[in-house]
C-alpha cells in the first residue's frame, strides 16, 4: 500500500465516523429505529481497528514528526467516543421509553432483514483482487455477513459479491446477470476457482520465498521484513502445514534477507552449534526492532532541541522530524584512529599512512572501503565510488598502477601559457596556469524518492542560474513520475540547450529541521566532478564546529554533481556566519551544512593538469561533436576492446564448443538490482499468455526445449556476493519461418534500480561480416547456388559461467507452480554483445577449415546465420558443403535448411533421421527466403511475392510508409517502380501533412492504383545468375540519370562466351528521391553519377573477392548528361536504361521493358556498333562554383590599431615592419 492509497482509506473511515454523528445529532424515533443505532454501535469497533491499521502504515510511509502523529490519533480517538457515547444516549433513552420496535433495515451485522429495504449502511465491504493470500480471510466475512445470512434475498447476495470482487476475481461473475437463480452459479463459481488449499499453502510460501531483502538496517525495514515473515508463517499454521519442522530452511532464508550487520549481531547472539529454531530468530528480530524504535526517540529528541531554525526573512511551519540512527549527523563523530572529533579521511595520522597500511586498517576496523564509515559495507554503500578509477572504494584507498604513475609524472608537468578549454558539460572550476583552483560550494542533500524514502544527492549552489537542475540519471534512481516541458537554456556566449522535463522533488537538510519543495527541471548531466582535482587542506586550520557539520563531507574529492540550486534558493540558504581558513579560502554556514569556497592555491591542489572554464552545453555542437569524436574514437576504442578481449577469453570446451566471456565495460559496478522488475514482467507476461492458449502452449514448448538441451539451468546455490542481472523476456512471432514460428526474446535494455541496463554495461563489438548487400551481389554470381544455416546459432555457443549470473531469468511452467529462476548458459538474444559474440565465433571456426574455398564461405559468405554461397561445378559445390558442415559440426555448429540450384548437388545431400528439415524440398513454383528475397531453387529465379492488402479506414503518411517498406528489394530489381512510391510519400513531407493526419479523397485514390498494381508483381521472375553458362570475358556498363523528382544507377553485366554469343543483364541498381530543397537538374546529373561511380566500385571489389579480376577497359559509364559529359562517356537519351528509374514505371510495363532487364539494344553487339560522342564537351560546365571576392562589412566594433596611430601610409608600413622584424628575431 502506498502513502496515497492510504491516505484514501483514512478520508473513507473519517467520512464513515462523521456520517455516524450526522446520524446520532439528527435521530427521530418516529422515522429511525434501535436497530440501526445497534447496527453502527457493532460497527464501530472494525471502524477503529481499520484506522489503527491504516494508520499505522501511512506513519511508516510519510516521515513526520511524533506530535503530528500523536494529534491525528487524538482527534479520531474524540470523535470515536462521542459518536459512541451518542448513540449509547440514544438507545438508553429508547429502552426507557419502552417504546415499540420497527422491523430493521439491513446490515452486515444483523440477524434479521427487511428485503423490502435496499438502503446499505455506511460501512466498507470486505474487498478481494485474487490474491490467494487474502482469500481465506474474505471468504469468512463474506459468509458471515451475507451468504449464511438466510433473511437475505439471493439477489441482493449477488450484488454484493460483486461489489466484493476487484480485478481478475470480478472478472468470474461479471458477466453473470444479477438475479436471485444465478446467486448460487456465481458463488459455486468464485468458490471453486479460488477455494484451493493447495494454491493458498504455495501462495504462502512464493510471498516467504519473495521476501525482499534489507540493504541498510533501519526500524521500518526490520519491521516490514518481521510482519510479512510471521503473517506468511501463522497463515501457513492455521492451514496445518508442520511450521515446527521447518526451522532450518526459515532461518536460512531470514538470514538471506537480513543484511551484513544483523546477520552478524545474530551469529553473535547464537552461537551454538546446533541448529537455530525459527522461534529464536523470531525474538531475535522483535528485540532488535524494539531496540532500534528506542534508538530513535532518544536521537529525534536530541535532535529536535539542537536544530530549532529561526527565520528572519519569513515565518516558517515548524515541523519536527525523527531522524534514523543512520543519519546521526549532529553528533560528534570520532575518528577510529586517533578518537578525535574528526572523520577519517581528514585525519592526518591516516593520510601520513600508505595505501596499503590504510586498506589493513578499514579492514580491521570493519570500516565501509568507500564511505570510511562503519555500520554497512561497501556494495551496500549510496555513496559514489572512487573518482580516479569507477570503482567501489575510497580515494584515500586506491592503489596506483605503474601506467598511473606514468600518467602523474606526466599531469604534473607546469604549464607553459595559460588557455581556457570549453567543455560541452560545463566545468565548475578555473584552472589557471600558476595551478590555483576556484571552489564553488556543494552540499548533500537528502531528497525522498517514489517510495518516500529520502535518499543521499549531491548538489551544486550556484547563483548564477535562474533555475534548478537535475541529472537525468540522477531523476531515474528516484523513480518519480515527471511533467513535460519545454525550456530553452541560454548560458555564456549565447550558447543555448533545451529541457524538456521537470521533476518536482521535496529536499531535505542532513542537519536542521529545514525542507523545501522544488521544481528541478531534467538534463543528460550538469557538470564534470567536482573538484576537478584532489585537494588537500590543513585540517588543523578547520574548527570543530564545521567538520562536524560538513555540507559535503566530501568536498576535497571530485565528485559526480546530481542536482544544481540556483539563485532561487541560493542567498535563503545562507545565514551569514562565515570561517575563513586562509585568505582565499573560507567556509559558510548554510542551513544545508559548511560549504566551502574560494581558492585553492596551488600547494594545496593535487594532479592539477588542465584550464577549464563554465559553458552552457549546445544540443547541435553536441550532435556535430559526437559525430568526429564518439563514433570515429569513441566506438573504435571499444570495439578494439571487445576484439581483444574476445581473443583473449574465449575457448573450447571437451567437445569442441565453444564458450566465450561477455565483453563489459566499466560501468559494470553501477548495475543495480532488476530481480522485482524481472518479476513483475514475468507476471504481465503470464497474463498475456493465459488470454491466448495457443501462444502459451507455444511459449512453454519453446521454454522446455531450453531446458531440455541444457541451455538453462535452475539455480541452486545463489551467491549473494556475485553481480547478478534478470532477464525479462516475451515471445516474438514470426509467421513466415519454416521451423520456429515463436521464439523467446529476452530484453538486455530492461533498466535496473540505478537507471543502467546489462546492455548498457556491455560492449557492442564491431562488424565482422560481410553486408547484405554484397553478400547478395556475390550470390548471383556462382553457378550452383548453395544455401543453409545455422541451427540455433546463438544458443550453441556457451557463455562462461561467471557470466551466466548476468542472464538470469525467471520462470515456470504454470502459475500454479513455484517461480523459479534460472541462468542462461547460452548467447543470449536481446544482449548488445550477443551479434558479435556469435559472429566472431563464426569468423573463428572459418580459420580451422581445411581448404580456401570452405574457409571464404564461412567468414564471407554468412549473414549472422545465413549461409548464400555457391561453386562453378557439382562436384566443388559438393565438396563444398562436406567441408563446411564438417567444419562447423566440429564446434557444435550444425546446418540445416540445406537448398542448392542444382538437382544433382540435391541428390548427394544426406538426410538427417532426426531433423526433416536438415535438406528442404521444392517443387517449380515454391520459394524459400534467402536474407528476405524470395528465391525459387529450381528455376532459380527471384520472385516477389506481395501479401494481399486492404486499404486502411483511416489512409496516413503514417500508413503509407507502413506500405512501401513491405515491399524488400535490396538489389534494385524494382527500383523504376517503387521510385514512383517513394516520390509520392516525399510530397506529403512538402504538403506538411501530419503522421496521422487524413489524406485527401485524390491522393488517397491515386495511393490505392498504385499499390494495387504491385498485385502484378507476382508474374515476375528475374534470373538469380546475370552471367552466361561458360563466359569468357565479362564487361560491366553503368548507367546514369536524373530528373526534377529522383537520380538512380544502374550496372549492367555483359558476357560472350567461346562462340562469340554475348548475354546482357541487369545485377544491380540505385535510386534516390530528390532534395526537397530545390535543386538544378545539372547538380542532380552530377549526384547520379557519383551514385554510379559508387555502386560500380563495389560491384568491381566483390566481384574481385571472386577471383574475377576487371580491367579498367572493361568498365564503360554512360550518361545522356551533357553537364558530366567530362567523366564519363555519353549515350542517348532513349538508349538509356537509368532514365526509367528516374521517370518512374508500372509493373506491367517494367515486366515487358527488355531495355530495363538487358540493357540497351546497341549493348549485345560489337562495341563499334555503340553510341559515340555526338555533342561537343562543354567549355564551362555549369553548377561548378565560382570563385568570388566579397567585401564584407561589420557592423561590430574592431580594433583599429595601428590604423588610429598613423596619419600616414608609409609611416605606418615602416613601423609595422620593424615590429614584425622583432617580433621574428625574437622567435628565432
Not at 49 to 72: C, G, I, P
Not at 173 to 193: F, L
Not at 429 to 450: C, E, F, K, P, R
Not at 681 to 709: G, Q, T, V, W
Request: charged share 20%; hydrophobic share 35%; net charge neutral.
Amino acid at each position: 500500500m502506498d502513502i496515497k492509497k492510504a491516505t484514501l482509506e483514512l478520508k473513507v473511515i473519517h467520512s464513515s465516523l462523521k456520517a455516524m454523528s450526522t446520524f446520532a445529532k439528527n435521530f427521530n424515533s418516529e422515522t429511525n429505529n434501535q436497530s440501526q443505532v445497534r447496527v453502527r454501535l457493532e460497527e464501530l469497533p472494525s471502524i477503529s481497528e481499520k484506522f489503527e491499521e491504516v494508520q499505522s502504515v501511512k506513519e511508516e510511509l510519510d516521515q513526520r514528526s511524533d506530535d503530528v502523529v500523536m494529534d491525528e490519533r487524538a482527534k479520531f480517538r474524540e470523535r470515536f467516543y462521542e459518536v459512541k457515547a451518542s448513540l449509547l444516549h440514544i438507545l438508553e433513552a429508547e429502552e426507557s421509553k419502552k417504546s415499540e420496535v420497527t422491523s430493521p433495515s439491513y446490515s452486515i451485522t444483523s440477524s434479521h432483514v427487511n428485503n423490502n429495504m435496499m438502503k446499505l449502511p455506511p460501512i466498507e465491504l470486505p474487498k478481494f483482487s485474487g490474491d490467494w493470500k487474502e482469500w481465506t480471510s474474505f471468504i469468512d466475512s463474506f459468509n458471515v455477513y451475507f451468504h449464511n445470512n438466510k433473511d437475505m434475498a439471493p439477489v441482493h447476495k449477488l450484488h454484493f459479491l460483486k461489489a466484493c470482487l476487484e480485478g481478475q476475481a470480478s472478472d468470474i461473475v461479471k458477466s453473470i446477470p444479477t438475479t436471485n437463480e444465478n446467486y448460487g452459479q456465481a458463488y459455486d463459481a468464485v468458490t471453486a476457482r479460488y477455494e484451493n488449499k493447495g494454491a493458498i499453502i504455495q501462495s504462502h510460501i512464493r510471498a516467504l520465498f519473495d521476501t525482499p531483502k534489507i540493504s541498510i538496517a533501519s526500524v521500518i525495514e526490520l519491521q516490514r521484513l518481521y510482519h510479512h515473515i510471521t503473517s506468511n508463517i501463522n497463515a501457513l499454521q492455521a492451514l496445518g502445514q508442520p511450521i515446527e519442522a521447518w526451522d532450518a530452511w526459515l532461518v536460512t532464508l531470514i538470514c538471506n534477507r537480513m543484511d551484513r550487520v544483523t546477520v552478524g549481531e545474530w551469529h553473535v547472539k547464537y552461537n551454538k552449534k546446533d541448529l537455530p529454531e525459527f522461534k529464536e530468530i523470531k525474538e531475535f528480530l522483535f528485540n532488535r526492532i524494539a531496540a532500534y524504535e528506542a534508538g530513535e526517540v532518544n536521537v529525534g529528541a536530541s535532535c529536535i532541541k539542537q536544530n530549532v531554525v529561526k527565520s528572519s526573512n519569513k515565518v516558517q511551519e515548524k515541523k519536527v522530524f525523527f531522524v534514523k540512527p543512520a543519519n546521526k549527523v549532529t553528533t560528534l563523530y570520532k575518528c577510529p584512529f586517533c578518537n578525535e572529533t574528526h572523520r577519517l579521511y581528514q585525519c592526518k595520522g591516516f593520510n601520513d599512512l600508505k595505501v596499503p597500511d590504510r586498506r589493513e586498517f578499514v579492514s580491521k576496523n570493519r570500516l565501509c572501503y568507500n564511505c570510511l564509515y562503519s555500520n554497512h559495507q561497501a556494495q551496500d554503500c549510496r555513496f559514489p565510488g572512487c573518482p580516479r578509477c569507477g570503482q567501489k572504494h575510497n580515494s584515500k584507498l586506491h592503489l596506483v598502477q605503474a601506467h598511473e604513475n606514468q600518467q602523474t609524472s606526466s599531469e604534473t608537468e607546469p604549464i607553459a601559457s595559460t588557455s581556457a578549454l570549453c567543455f560541452s558539460k560545463g566545468i565548475a572550476q578555473s584552472m589557471h596556469a600558476s595551478g590555483d583552483m576556484v571552489m564553488l560550494a556543494t552540499a548533500v542533500v537528502y531528497i525522498n524518492d517514489a517510495a518516500g524514502y529520502p535518499q543521499p544527492c549531491r548538489a551544486l549552489l550556484d547563483s548564477g542560474s535562474q533555475v534548478n537542475f537535475i541529472t537525468d540519471a540522477c531523476a531515474q534512481f528516484l523513480g518519480m513520475s515527471k511533467t513535460k516541458c519545454v525550456l530553452p537554456i541560454v548560458g555564456i556566449n549565447s550558447m543555448r540547450s533545451d529541457a524538456h522535463r521537470l521533476q518536482p522533488v521535496v529536499m531535505y537538510s542532513r542537519f536542521e529541521n529545514f525542507n523545501v519543495s522544488l521544481d528541478l527541471h531534467v538534463l543528460p548531466s550538469i557538470a564534470n566532478d567536482m573538484p576537478s582535482q584532489l585537494i588537500r587542506l590543513d585540517q588543523s586550520k578547520i574548527p570543530d564546529i564545521v567538520n562536524e557539520q560538513l555540507a559535503d563531507p566530501s568536498y576535497d574529492t571530485p565528485g559526480k554533481i546530481d542536482i544544481l540550486l540556483g539563485a532561487e534558493m541560493f542567498y535563503t540558504l545562507f545565514s551569514g556566519e562565515k570561517v575563513a581558513i586562509t585568505n582565499s579560502l573560507v567556509f559558510h554556514k548554510t542551513t544545508l551544512g559548511w560549504v566551502l569556497t574560494g581558492r585553492v592555491l596551488n600547494s594545496e591542489v593535487i594532479q592539477s593538469r588542465f584550464s577549464a572554464c563554465t559553458c552552457a552545453n549546445d544540443a547541435t555542437i553536441n550532435s556535430a561533436l559526437s559525430l568526429f569524436i564518439s563514433k570515429s574514437s569513441v566506438r573504435k576504442d571499444e570495439e578494439d576492446e571487445a576484439e581483444q578481449h574476445f581473443k583473449k577469453t574465449h575457448y573450447r570446451d571437451e567437445s569442441g564448443r565453444l564458450v566465450v566471456s561477455l565483453p563489459l565495460n566499466t560501468k559494470l559496478s553501477s548495475l543495480g538490482e532488476s530481480k522485482h522488475m524481472a518479476q513483475q514482467r514475468f507476471f504481465n507476461l503470464e497474463k498475456r499468455l493465459s488470454k491466448d492458449r495457443e501462444l502459451c502452449i507455444a511459449y512453454h514448448k519453446f521454454m522446455s526445449e531450453y531446458l531440455d538441451m541444457n541451455h538453462m539451468e535452475l539455480v541452486t546455490n545463489d551467491d549473494s556476493n556475485s553481480q547478478t542481472y534478470y532477464l525479462p523476456h516475451h515471445a516474438v512471432i514470426k509467421e513466415d519461418s519454416i521451423t520456429t514460428k515463436l521464439r523467446v526474446v529476452f530484453d538486455g535494455s530492461a533498466p535496473s534500480s540505478s537507471g543502467l541496463s546489462l546492455n548498457d554495461v556491455m560492449l557492442k563489438g564491431p562488424i565482422v561480416q560481410s553486408s547484405l548487400f554484397s553478400i547478395l551481389l556475390r550470390f548471383r554470381v556462382h553457378k550452383i547456388a548453395l544455401t543453409a544455416d545455422v541451427e540455433k546459432m546463438y544458443r550453441q555457443i556457451l557463455v562462461t559461467p561467471k557470466d551466466c549470473q548476468l542472464q538470469r531469468i525467471w520462470y515456470r511452467p504454470s502459475p500454479s507452480e513455484l517461480l523459479r529462476e534460472y541462468n542462461l548458459r547460452t548467447i543470449t538474444y536481446g544482449t548488445k554483445s550477443a551479434p558479435y559474440l556469435a559472429t566472431r565465433s563464426l569468423v573463428e571456426v572459418a580459420f580451422s577449415a581445411p581448404n580456401e574455398a570452405a574457409q571464404r564461405a564461412i567468414k564471407d559468405d554468412f549473414y549472422v546465420d545465413d549461409l548464400l554461397t555457391g561453386a562453378e561445378s557439382s562436384d566443388e559445390c559438393f565438396q563444398l558443403y562436406k567441408d563446411v558442415s564438417d567444419t562447423l559440426a566440429s564446434r557444435c555448429l550444425p546446418l540445416r535448411k540445406w537448398c542448392t540450384s542444382s538437382s544433382e548437388v540435391l541428390s548427394k545431400l544426406p538426410n538427417s533421421g532426426t531433423d526433416p528439415n536438415h535438406v528442404l524440398q521444392f517443387s517449380e513454383q515454391d520459394a524459400v527466403s534467402t536474407l528476405g528475397i524470395m528465391w525459387q531453387p529450381i528455376t532459380d529465379c527471384f520472385c516477389f511475392t506481395l501479401k494481399p492488402w486492404n486499404p486502411p479506414k483511416k489512409m496516413t503518411k503514417r500508413t503509407l510508409l507502413s506500405d512501401i517498406n513491405r515491399i524488400y528489394d535490396p538489389l534494385g530489381f524494382l527500383t523504376p517502380v517503387l521510385i514512383t512510391g517513394m516520390i509520392f510519400v516525399q510530397q506529403l513531407w512538402v504538403l506538411k501533412i501530419d503522421w496521422d493526419t487524413t489524406l485527401p479523397d485524390d491522393m488517397q485514390h491515386r495511393w490505392k492504383n498504385f499499390y494495387l498494381s504491385l498485385n502484378a508483381l507476382d508474374k515476375l521472375a528475374i534470373p538469380r545468375r546475370p552471367l552466361s553458362s561458360n563466359w569468357l570475358n565479362i564487361q560491366l556498363h553503368g548507367f546514369c540519370d536524373a530528373s526534377q523528382e529522383a537520380y538512380g544507377a544502374c550496372v549492367y553485366t555483359r558476357t560472350q562466351n567461346s562462340n562469340g554469343d554475348v548475354e546482357t543483364a541487369l545485377y544491380v541498381s540505385k535510386s534516390r528521391v530528390a532534395p526537397l530543397h530545390a535543386t538544378t537538374i545539372p547538380r542532380l546529373e552530377l549526384c547520379g553519377a557519383v551514385l554510379l561511380s559508387d555502386l560500380t566500385t563495389e560491384v568491381i571489389s566483390e566481384l574481385k573477392k571472386l577471383n574475377i579480376n576487371l580491367h579498367q577497359r572493361d568498365v564503360v559509364l554512360w550518361s545522356d548528361s551533357t553537364v558530366v559529359i567530362t567523366w564519363i562517356n555519353s549515350t542517348q537519351p532513349h538508349c538509356n536504361p537509368a532514365d526509367l528509374i528516374t521517370r518512374g514505371q508500372t509493373v506491367n510495363n517494367l515486366q515487358q521493358c527488355s531495355m530495363w532487364w538487358s540493357g540497351p539494344h546497341w549493348l549485345s553487339k560489337h562495341h563499334t556498333s555503340w553510341p559515340t560522342r555526338t555533342q561537343p564537351i562543354l567549355n564551362e560546365v555549369p553548377e561548378v562554383r565560382p570563385v568570388k571576392l566579397v567585401l564584407q562589412a561589420s557592423a561590430q566594433p574592431v580594433d583599429d590599431y595601428p590604423l588610429s596611430k598613423f596619419s600616414k601610409w608609409n609611416h605606418m608600413v615602416r613601423v609595422t615592419a620593424y615590429m614584425l622584424r622583432f617580433i621574428s628575431n625574437s622567435q628565432g
